[in-house]
């Protein structure tokens, strides 16, 4: 089993500059955290990491709360986090280094039930409007691969689906557990087989932190192959992800 060594002076401090690890939340993808209305709390395997993290550095961890991707990467431009879990993408890559992936995620299409569409490949095509949050993976990806079909952006993601209602929308675009939830909340929607889109889920550092970046690195690898991952995906009842396999050395 892979194992992240012991952190250096030099990895603590550039991890975590301030002596606390702050941690980027983004609780709008329910696959990867969620926040409590009434009382504000985080939880998902995010955030478990989080903690499992800071608790290897020895230092204490602050969960910095983010309604969505685009808040977390617009965050780094401001040195307002210090760990994060974000999808890889190379236009993130210019804000953030990767670890390898410990989580994949679908990228799912919604449409109506009476909607035509029946199939992935049949959403690009002419006159066709397709739902999407704002700068998230899916937007990113979807940017650079639809060629026919209009991309929609709005800016909270647990109000893409509604978009498809009150804009008379063909498509939402989204990660299959935020689909599953909209659809059972709006009702009247189904969701088209497979995936457009396999989402790599990782950590991240601020650029200019290479220290920090090869140690979350190995942790990251350490949390895949001792089952953590797989367990924390259990407790929070996640089904719309699995581990992804051990990253390439």
Do not use: C
């Amino acid at each position: 089993m892979t194992s992240a060594p012991k952190p250096s002076a030099d990895v603590i401090s550039q991890l975590a500059p301030s002596g606390v690890l702050r941690a980027a939340i983004n609780y709008g993808n329910p696959a990867l955290a969620s926040k409590d209305a009434a009382t504000g709390d985080l939880g998902g395997v995010s955030v478990d990491l989080a903690r499992e993290l800071a608790s290897k550095l020895g230092i204490p961890v602050e969960l910095v709360a983010f309604s969505s991707a685009r808040s977390v990467v617009d965050a780094a431009r401001q040195n307002l986090w210090d760990v994060a879990f974000s999808g890889i993408d190379p236009e993130r890559a210019k804000e953030m280094d990767y670890s390898g992936p410990y989580l994949l995620i679908e990228g799912v299409y919604l449409v109506r039930d009476a909607s035509p569409i029946r199939t992935n490949e049949e959403v690009d095509r002419p006159g066709h409007r397709i739902a999407v949050s704002r700068d998230s993976a899916y937007d990113l990806f979807l940017k650079r691969e639809i060629r026919e079909a209009e991309l929609v952006r709005g800016d909270d993601p647990t109000r893409i689906a509604d978009m498809l209602i009150e804009q008379n929308l063909d498509v939402v675009a989204g990660v299959k557990a935020r689909s599953e939830l909209d659809a059972q909340r709006i009702g009247g929607l189904r969701m088209l087989e497979g995936n457009f889109m396999e989402i790599r889920q990782a950590m991240a550092t601020p650029k200019r932190r290479p220290e920090a970046a090869r140690y979350v690195a190995e942790f990251v690898e350490e949390m895949k192959a001792s089952g953590f991952v797989a367990r924390a995906l259990k407790l929070h009842r996640v089904d719309s992800g699995k581990v992804a396999p051990p990253s390439a050395r």
